[in-house]
């Protein structure tokens, strides 16, 4: 649709440099001076740094707790980061002070939420929910033509015209999240942030749904950043994959190339926890352990606790992300010594 | 896997019906399911939100939350019928011939008590031992599941276990009085996937060692691949399919099941659009007359839309579908997509 | 599994329609006292606001009252006047109408504080609730001192304070609209409390970053989005406090610093009788007090049906 733009193309869409977010979760001020304890900082996100090209899908997955929606939030503008900077287009979104400086850039960027039955105000019909965005952007003032918007709307996400008299309550959790979705498309954005869109729905409702973010993404050539912790729906609808654990990437790749050569020890036992629809009885090796409190992370590399190959290294020192042969960037010294075994195409019997 | 041979089964379901009672009118959410577990078997039952996979697995146990209630059928525990038990018997064989585990392990836990007391006070009361054999026997269970420090870890409150390891210690309470099936619902869904893959082999584990029977109770394909012997696919109250999970899974034969493992997003190969059933799962108040599913099945014909299909004798499975109601049915030519 | 059923998906029926076939309707109909309570304070309200044109007499003419008809006492008593059902006071006021007339000022003063009192209440609440930080602890500080002090405390203060700053001749024109602010400020911390609670968890409700996301100005998130969703329990707050306030009229003009007896409310009347309890006129005072007593507690059943109505976990 924007021709236009495709001159800027070896620009990326976003980018995020040295992305941070630090929640003082603190006890209160007396029962600190009282119980002489500590302030307690939660690096929720703790420096990530990546870009969107434009139309692609960049996924982020990992465990709960490894900060992966805190950086949606960051970048929709629901917290302001700690330190580090996020550029739409160019454009440091700090920069953009006041209101109207900042209306025209986050129109292009949208969001759509993992719940769909908190995600839509209970009290407002669906029309005037999709209209939101248009009437606080005064995208359009005209009644008619906003009802005849939201019309378009609702049928371009599978949805009628009939629709838009109702309450939320009235649908199902798969229809509710294609009113989301229409709201979200309602201020033509470039650019949706999608958190856990379809971790609440049923899987042929889940399939309905990722089929629907796809064709949209063709028709209208949006560009995804995707959150979710479910390996199999990131493998399905993403260009490249980033893995994220205790606030810090660990691995981004493209992703035919995580699937088949995962670098990163954590990306490898993640995808050998998924359940193996495939009844190959592959031999299965849970990974000891759990993630740890992000309050006080381990030392050095963060995952080294439970890693195999952690050495003395490991314990002391951070790894930054830095080149694989495979092109993938990774953090880990082991990866970058070449001393992991080389990567064994996940899952086992299903050639990529 | 090589089972003891047994005259009946562990657990037998007959014709199960739950009922709501509401101010417009009875809602039917589990119509005439029949099933039946061995000792020592694990029995998957998967279906999407509103399957009516839990009620049945609540119903087993009587735990069943008013207005809802059993309506029809029976249910049989080693012979004996216990869907019309007093409360007080029902609630002495909840413990010690049935246990379970639930999706959320914090409402499983009450929060005041250790879970050394939790145990302890759960193994008196249904085994003849003394207070200090029951609290060895809880440190051994607790080690049993995978807790490490279980003499030290005993003491503690639930808060002050992560959502893995109260998972675990709740799988420990389920298995306190050595019961003789475990009905887990969903025990897996709030946990991350490590830590899912970790409480699935440990459940396979247990249950191998200690000869207990599982109706795991799920809308998880995966887990289920994974964990189950057999499996039931239920759809708006009813069983659309059961057979070896083998079977279900790798050659389903019910157009719902077709179409739910169709739209499982695979690792092992990208497609551009996923497989979808078109629709939703009609609410308890509209349930379709026939087949449940024919507004949705790509080939539902005539009698689906007017005639309700009983479950039908198909290799190894029973299917709930006319299509395989003709004695010239080709299963590979149905089932192909 | 319940509120999947609530309504056919095909049809969107008119709001009418909607009340008729609701949860809350349904539970009003099947509730007998809850139907009583309804059909009083109906009655009551009624004779009360339409008094002007319904009562049989207009004590506040002075013209009407003739003081010959002074100590009246109820028709069904030997010297009883068809004229006076209820008797008369000592001024010889018809005393149905004058209940009519009294009851009137009280339910204006009762809706009026309670409206007030909403009004801040809601609006603090929310601020508190959505700003958090120091503006929350500032405006819940003052609403637990608040507290410390009794709600009549808080009326008697600030009628002094007004007795002190206005010339006496004021007084009694101004005694409505001091009534009304007194008793408002005196209840405003019970919704300032609950709209704080309710918009703390309605914040971090996903419907509420969606409005964020799209960029939607705070004050328009706090009244349009988050207000319908904590309004429940406010509406249940109000009708109770309805009755309080009634209440709390009353006690301020039976301790004299309320409405004068030129324009008497309830509690005017009662004091008024009062004086005449132990020499034979009773009726003077047991009437008004049996309407007060009738009318709050027709509207505190009212209040406590809402409250289980509209709480699903008692439902």
């Known amino acids: ?352 | ?337 | 599994m319940a509120t999947t059923l609530d309504s056919d998906p095909k049809t969107t029926p008119g709001l009418w329609a909607r009340f008729l076939d609701s949860d809350i309707f349904y539970s009003f109909r099947r509730s007998p006292l809850t139907i009583a309570a309804a059909i009083v304070t109906v009655v009551c309200f009624a004779g009360a606001f339409l008094a002007p044109w319904i009562a049989p007499h207009n004590p506040l003419d002075l013209s009407s009252v003739d003081l010959m008809d002074a100590y009246t006492p109820p028709v069904w008593m030997a010297e009883g006047n068809p004229r006076f059902i209820l008797g008369t006071d000592d001024q010889g006021r018809d005393l149905l109408s004058a209940i009519m007339y009294g009851a009137r000022i009280s339910l204006i003063v009762g809706f009026c504080s309670v409206i007030f009192a909403m009004a801040l209440g809601i609006t603090l609440g929310l601020v508190a609730g959505y700003a958090g930080g120091a503006i929350d602890s500032l405006i819940m500080r003052i609403a637990d001192v608040q507290l410390t002090f009794p709600a009549i405390l808080i009326a008697l203060l600030i009628d002094g304070i007004v007795r002190a700053a206005f010339p006496r001749d004021l007084h009694d024109q101004l005694a409505l609209y001091v009534l009304i602010f007194a008793i408002g400020l005196s209840y405003w911390v019970q919704y300032a409390r609950t709209v704080r609670g309710s918009t703390l968890v309605e914040k971090n409700r996903e419907y509420v970053q969606a409005a964020r996301v799209i960029g939607v100005r705070p004050v328009r998130i706090l009244f349009s989005h988050i207000l319908p969703n904590v309004i429940g329990p406010v509406l249940v707050i109000a009708t109770i406090n309805l009755a309080l306030a009634i209440i709390t009229e009353a006690t301020l003009s039976f301790l004299g610093v309320g409405m004068p007896p030129t324009q008497p409310s309830l509690g005017t009347l009662i004091r008024v009788g009062n004086d005449f309890l132990f020499s034979g006129e009773w009726w003077i005072t047991l009437f008004p007090g049996v309407a007060l007593v009738t009318m709050v507690l027709a509207v505190n059943l009212l209040g406590d049906w809402l409250r289980d109505a509209l709480n699903p976990k008692l439902r």
């Open chain 2, 1 to 337: 896997m090589a089972r003891p041979p047994a005259n009946h089964p562990l657990l037998e379901v007959r014709d199960l019906r739950v009922e709501f009672p509401t101010r417009r009118g009875t809602l039917v959410a589990v119509d005439g399911v029949s099933f039946h577990i061995d000792p020592g078997e694990v029995l998957g039952v998967v279906g999407e939100s509103g399957a009516g996979k839990s009620l049945t697995g609540a119903a087993i146990i009587g735990l069943l939350e008013p207005p809802g209630r059993i309506a029809g059928g029976e249910i049989r525990f080693d012979g004996r019928r216990i869907d019309n038990l007093p409360y007080e018997q029902m609630r002495r064989l909840r413990g010690k011939e049935i246990g379970a585990v639930f999706q959320d392990p914090l409402t499983s836990l009450n929060p005041l008590y250790t879970i050394g007391r939790q145990l302890t006070e759960t193994i008196l009361t249904h085994l003849d031992v003394t207070p200090a054999e029951a609290r060895e026997r809880a440190i051994r269970l607790l080690q049993d599941v995978g807790i490490p420090g279980a003499e030290r870890r005993i003491d503690h409150y639930p808060h002050q276990f992560s959502g893995g390891m109260r998972q675990r210690v709740v799988i420990a309470l389920a298995l306190c009085a050595n019961p003789r099936l475990v009905i887990a619902d969903e025990p897996t869904t709030a946990l991350d996937v490590s830590i899912q893959a970790q409480i699935i082999t440990l459940l396979k584990r247990l249950c191998r060692e200690h000869g207990t029977a599982v109706m795991l109770v799920t809308h998880d394909m995966g887990v289920i691949a994974e964990t189950a012997d057999r499996v039931a696919v239920m759809y708006a109250g009813r069983i659309a399919e059961i057979g070896p999970v083998r079977d279900v899974i790798k050659t389903p034969k019910h157009p719902y099941t077709i179409g739910l493992m169709g739209s499982i997003p695979k690792i092992d190969r990208r497609e551009a659009r996923l497989a979808q059933i078109d629709g939703a799962m009609p609410r308890l108040n509209a349930i379709p007359p026939g087949c449940a599913f024919h507004p949705r099945c790509p080939k539902a014909f005539d009698r689906c839309r007017v005639e309700r299909p009983d479950p039908i004798h198909v290799d190894r499975s029973h299917v709930a579908c006319w299509l395989y109601d003709r004695d010239d049915v080709r299963v590979g030519a149905v089932v192909d997509e």
């Open chain 1, 1 to 352: 649709m924007n021709d236009a733009m495709m001159s800027t193309d070896e620009q990326p869409l976003l980018v995020a440099q040295d992305l941070a977010r630090y929640f003082d979760v603190s006890p209160p001020w007396l029962n600190r001076v009282i119980e002489g304890q500590p302030r307690q900082i939660l690096r929720a996100v703790d420096g990530v740094d990546f870009a969107i090209r434009r139309g692609e899908t960049l996924s982020l997955v990992g465990e709960s707790g490894c900060g992966k929606s805190t950086v949606a939030r960051l970048i929709v503008g629901l917290y302001q980061p700690t330190r580090g900077s996020i550029m739409f287009e160019g454009v440091d979104l700090a920069t953009l002070r006041t209101r109207a400086q900042a209306a025209p850039i986050r129109r292009r960027f949208q969001m759509i939420f993992q719940d769909p039955y908190a995600s839509l105000n209970p009290r407002w019909r669906v029309a005037d929910i999709i209209a939101e965005p248009i009437r606080t952007h005064r995208l359009m003032t005209d009644r008619a033509a906003i009802r005849c918007r939201v019309d378009e709307l609702l049928r371009q996400v599978g949805l009628s015209p009939s629709d838009g008299e109702k309450y939320p309550h009235e649908f199902s959790g798969g229809q509710r999240q294609r009113i989301s979705i229409a709201r979200a498309l309602s201020s033509k954005p470039d650019f949706l942030v999608c958190d856990e869109p379809t971790s609440a729905l049923d899987v042929s409702v889940q399939a309905q749904i990722l089929n629907l973010m796809k064709d949209l993404q063709r028709e209208l050539g949006l560009t995804y950043l995707f959150i979710s912790h479910n390996l199999a729906v990131v493998y399905h609808i993403s260009d490249r994959v980033g893995v994220m654990y205790l606030g810090r990437l660990v691995e981004l790749a493209d992703v035919e190339e995580l699937f088949a050569r995962p670098q990163h020890p954590y990306t490898r036992m993640l995808l050998d926890a998924i359940p193996d629809l495939e009844m190959t009885g592959r031999p299965r090796t849970p990974v000891a352990g759990e993630v740890p409190n992000p309050i006080n992370p381990p030392a050095g590399c963060a995952f080294h606790p439970r890693c195999p190959w952690a050495n003395e290294r490991c314990t002391r020192e951070r790894p930054e992300m830095k080149p694989a042969p495979n092109g993938a960037l990774v953090a880990c010294h082991a990866v970058e010594e070449r001393r992991l075994p080389p990567a064994r195409a996940v899952p086992p019997g299903s050639p990529i």
